[in-house]
């Protein structure tokens, strides 16, 4: 049986078409656009206001791991519409198909939903999950870096001048974008310590990273042994996301909302959240994975 994905089109959901692949799991993905042919892949055209997209995705599916959500924008109310009532509506639509289980891609800014709008609707859409009555898992991925990204790709182009603008001082856990959709296609059959779970996976490294650790590690990654990394406080931060809409209008990847989320000192992984290691556990340590993605972007000309 198919297994349904929302997100496909996007970072993650490229990565998780990627293992799917790899795993020869059939999927049915949703797209906004006519796509390319692809081995293994049913696309589905339409979006999560779209029901009978939704109806056709999940008919006859045996999971579905929602990825798909808008993650930025300078409408902090098109959160609600994008990730609460989409949400909302796939879990509608996938329970009238009898799907038997839901993993739904969340943030670990749900933790804090009052510090940004995005964070709220997270939290949100958790709550929906949560009331579904599916064998549902919410998973909470740290940053999430890797090849084609383009959120992390900012703090690699300022590395390569050597200058790395960090937010105040404080800590943040790391995943590859390929553990993390190896990840979630092993919570797909579901289970103890994994049903029921809001799950917090990483790349393995306990307590995350101080944020200056990280800037120092993107350098290394660009074969610079050291950066500069100062910390920004809140005021200045708010000032850049202002010039940021200024200079990049809607395509602006510091916002205001981003600014909230930034300056919390914690976005570490739990360790009472960690994926069973008998479910999954992560092979790319951040030193491989940087480098490997640094190399990506020259490849691909963006450095």
């Not at 939290?123 to 064998?135: F, I, K, M, P, Y």
């Not at 602006?252 to 300056?263: F, S, W």
């Amino acid at each position: 049986m198919s297994l349904a994905v929302t997100g496909t089109t996007g970072f993650v959901g490229q990565a998780l078409l990627d293992a799917a692949a790899r795993a020869r799991m059939p999927v049915r993905a949703l797209t906004r656009r006519p796509q390319e042919r692809r081995e293994g892949v049913e696309w589905i055209e339409g979006d999560l206001s779209n029901r009978s997209a939704l109806a056709e995705l999940t008919s006859g599916t045996r999971a579905v791991i929602h990825i798909a959500g808008l993650t930025n924008t300078p409408d902090p109310q098109r959160f609600e519409q994008a990730n609460v009532a989409g949400t909302a509506s796939l879990i509608e639509v996938a329970r009238s198909a009898e799907v038997e289980r839901f993993v739904f891609v969340s943030s670990l800014s749900a933790r804090e939903p009052k510090l940004s709008a995005y964070g709220a609707s997270k939290a949100r859409a958790e709550e929906h999950v949560a009331a579904s009555g599916l064998d549902w898992t919410i998973v909470r991925p740290p940053a999430v870096y890797g090849p084609r990204d383009r959120d992390m790709f900012e703090l690699f182009r300022a590395a390569r001048a050597g200058v790395v603008p960090m937010p105040p001082r404080g800590r943040a856990s790391l995943i590859h974008v390929d553990d993390l959709a190896e990840c979630l296609l092993a919570l797909v059959p579901g289970g103890e310590g994994v049903s029921g779970a809001i799950l917090e996976p990483d790349d393995g490294r306990p307590g995350g990273y101080a944020h200056r650790e990280l800037a120092q590690a993107i350098g290394r990654a660009l074969g610079r042994e050291r950066v500069f990394a100062p910390h920004l406080p809140a005021g200045v931060l708010a000032l850049a996301a202002r010039a940021d809409r200024l200079l990049r209008g809607d395509e602006a990847k510091l916002t205001p909302d981003r600014v909230g989320y930034m300056c919390h000192p914690d976005w570490a992984a739990r360790s009472d959240r960690r994926v069973p290691d008998a479910v999954w556990h992560p092979r790319i340590v951040a030193e491989e994975g940087l480098a490997a993605t640094a190399a990506w972007y020259r490849a691909a000309g963006w450095l």
